[in-house]
């Protein structure tokens, strides 16, 4: 499915990012209390920082490589850090939950100019532990800013920070205990947001159209009025939903003509409208401004951007000029994104749109009918989205088949689905995992099911050539389960000895477990 770039103005909680913490307890750290010591691996760019300084501000910002948002957010961060670095503040880029922290050097280089401030790895996870975790944050990116005394007093979304609050901090005039009152308010609000957007989604997948607008109404009361705009995303896919297409196109003019700078809001606007399966004919001439107006902004450089504006000019009829940005937003996308575009442009070429609309609509019902145990209706889905998809294109679908037949208890063929998946595509052997997981973690599962499950991981665990820890340890999970505890605590020992440093303190205590004879709880 097609995944376009987060707004920075829509993030109603700090925390609905992109990653999240395996691990969620009690906070223990806020606004008012001293900042947790800095404990760094390496500094990737700048110079060290030992302790903080009594003659400086800090905002310490968590983020991954892998973070969409936090992508976002860092040219706004430099700006600050750029602004005003001279007047004492000292920015620190803190990479945490990275998959692989020697793709951090790089991706700064490539930030280049967008990307000057200081820039440390995380030291065996213990600054994700006693700043994120302890502060209950499990989502980047989280800034925290920390005054001249060393005291925390600002926690939150780093595109929530401002050059104004920053200048206060910096001139002491930013009061810490009337920080900490403020920001235990905006906990407080955030947990009945959490409340009411579990409210609201729930309606708006049941369809009951009046509920759910009251949801978001109640939502937007927690905001200040200033900031009710951040809502206006939400409201305008909801009005898609019902297929009030001019009450939506007005309201997206209107939150376009509001936010002009604001490019990612601009292009979720245009890639909305030009993707979502509607009753009528699209506004292509409003989703055009809109993505110009994300182009303007982002002076041609964004991928993502590119790939809007290419749709909406394709579907124009405009298709010279289409080819040529979806070329452009080839040669600029990252990795990850560059062979989903490509075959954007091969749709193009053939005269073929792409239907990411449809796909994700079946997507959701196949989770809906999983969820409500309608096998036959899950199954007519899947076959459908099958078919909606090109060749190429069908692998992903081998997870769907496997929850399928996992839920019907039709095991010989999940294992069927397994050894098939492994053989075409053996570096997935994650995605067999996924399920054997969750199969071995359920206690309503019998020995009939775990034994299935055991056999599909055994897939994995071959085409991972017995050194994936995460696949080990399901593996030794289910061999405890089946009584078979010798060849669990051997397996789990060599899920300890493969693992990296984070997950081989857990996967030592789960070992430990073991050897006591006793099944852990599952993380």
């Not at 809502?231 to 297929?243: M, S």
Request: glycine residues 6%; proline residues 3%; charged residues 30%.
């Amino acid at each position: 499915m097609h995944t376009k770039m987060l707004r920075p103005f829509g993030l109603l909680l700090g925390f609905l990012a992109a990653g999240v913490s395996p691990s969620i307890h009690a906070a223990t750290l806020g606004v008012g209390d001293n900042a947790p010591k800095l404990q760094v691996a390496k500094w990737v760019q700048g110079e060290p920082v030992q302790s903080f300084a009594h003659d400086k501000v800090y905002v310490v910002e968590f983020w991954a490589t892998w973070c969409g948002p936090c992508r976002v957010s860092i040219p706004h961060l430099n700006e600050l850090h750029t602004k005003l670095k001279d007047k004492g503040l000292i920015v620190i880029g803190q990479d945490v939950w990275e998959k692989d922290t020697s793709a951090v050097e790089p991706f700064v280089k490539k930030m280049g100019s967008q990307m000057t401030y200081r820039v440390a790895l995380d030291q065996d996870g213990k600054m994700a532990e006693s700043w994120m975790e302890a502060a209950e944050q499990h989502g980047i990116p989280t800034a925290f800013v920390v005054n001249q005394e060393g005291v925390l007093v600002w926690i939150g979304h780093p595109m929530k920070l401002n050059e104004e609050l920053l200048e206060r901090v910096l001139a002491k005039k930013l009061d810490a205990k009337k920080a900490a009152a403020e920001y235990q308010a905006r906990q407080e609000r955030e947990s009945q947001s959490r409340a009411l957007w579990q409210e609201f989604n729930g309606h708006r997948q049941k369809q009951e159209w009046e509920l759910a607008s009251a949801k978001l109404t109640e939502l937007e009361k927690l905001l200040p009025e200033t900031e009710r705009d951040e809502l206006g995303l939400t409201r305008f896919q909801l009005l898609l939903d019902q297929k009030q297409l001019q009450p939506a196109y007005k309201l997206a003019a209107r939150l376009s003509d509001a936010h002009p700078e604001d490019s990612s809001t601009q292009n979720e606007l245009a890639w909305a409208i030009v993707t979502r399966e509607l009753p009528a004919e699209r506004d292509l001439e409003l989703s055009e401004k809109i993505a110009r107006r994300a182009h303007q902004a982002t002076k041609g450089g964004n991928a993502e951007i590119l790939d809007t504006l290419a749709r909406v000019l394709f579907l124009k009829g405009q298709k010279a000029e289409a080819f040529a940005l979806q070329k452009k937003a080839i040669e600029l996308a990252e990795e990850g994104r560059k062979k989903t575009f490509a075959q954007t442009l091969d749709d193009y070429e053939h005269g073929r749109v792409p239907n990411e609309a449809k796909v994700a609509r079946l997507r959701q019902q196949i989770a809906r009918s999983q969820a409500g145990k309608e096998w036959e209706k899950a199954e007519a889905d899947l076959r459908e989205l099958e078919s909606a998809l090109r060749e190429d294109q069908r692998s992903g679908l081998a997870q769907l088949w496997l929850g399928l037949h996992v839920g019907r208890k039709d095991f010989a063929q999940a294992e069927k689905v397994a050894k098939d998946y492994m053989a075409k595509e053996p570096q997935r052997a994650r995605v067999i995992n996924s399920v054997a997981w969750t199969m071995a973690v359920d206690p309503a599962n019998d020995r009939t099911a775990l034994e299935a499950a055991e056999r599909m991981i055994r897939h994995a665990d071959k085409a991972a050539k017995g050194v994936d820890p995460e696949i080990l340890d399901t593996l030794a999970r289910l061999q405890f389960r089946l009584d078979q505890k010798d060849q669990a605590i051997a397996t789990q020992k060599e899920a300890v000895r493969f693992a990296n440093d984070r997950r081989k303190t857990q996967f030592e205590e789960t070992l430990t477990s073991y050897q006591n004879g006793v099944l852990p709880k599952a993380d």
